[in-house]
Nanobody, 127 residues
Framework: QVQIVESGGGSVQPGGSLRLSCTVS????????IGWFRQAPGKERTGIAS????????WYSDSMRGRFTISKDNAENTVYLQMNNLKVEDTGVYYC????????????????????WGQGTRVTVSS
């Protein structure tokens, strides 16, 4: 059974940076697409970034492109989300999830396509 553990959340000021980690136990990351989702206070959980297990290609939502970078370390079975120039509206709980098998083409991650989820890590951006 796949287990996912996220870490790296915290409190930062606007303009600051955080790096979230998502460690997946089980089959190699090459088998999955990994998606990052964010649930802002009072809002639905939405997909913000994903990375392919097939070829390492990536997808970002428009509001994250240029500020966030998703990457993975196959040897460590860990996916990272580097978040720079954080804004107040980035506040929320960030979740990592697996999609199996990794699709041929990435699009906006949809919750229904992802089967295993972590517990989430909280990010607070405030001055």
């Amino acid at each position: 059974q796949v287990q996912i553990v996220e870490s790296g959340g915290g409190s930062v000021q606007p303009g600051g940076s955080l790096r979230l980690s998502c460690t997946v136990s089980g089959p190699t990351l090459a088998y999955y697409a990994i998606g990052w989702f964010r649930q802002a206070p009072g809002k639905e959980r939405t997909g913000i970034a994903s990375i392919s297990g097939r070829d390492g290609s990536t997808w970002y939502s428009d509001s994250m492109r240029g500020r966030f970078t998703i990457s993975k370390d196959n040897a460590e079975n860990t996916v990272y989300l580097q978040m720079n120039n954080l804004k107040v509206e980035d506040t929320g709980v960030y979740y990592c999830a697996t999609q199996e098998p990794s699709p041929k083409r990435l699009g906006q991650p949809r919750m229904t396509d992802f089967s295993s989820w972590g517990q989430g890590t909280r990010v607070t951006v405030s001055s």
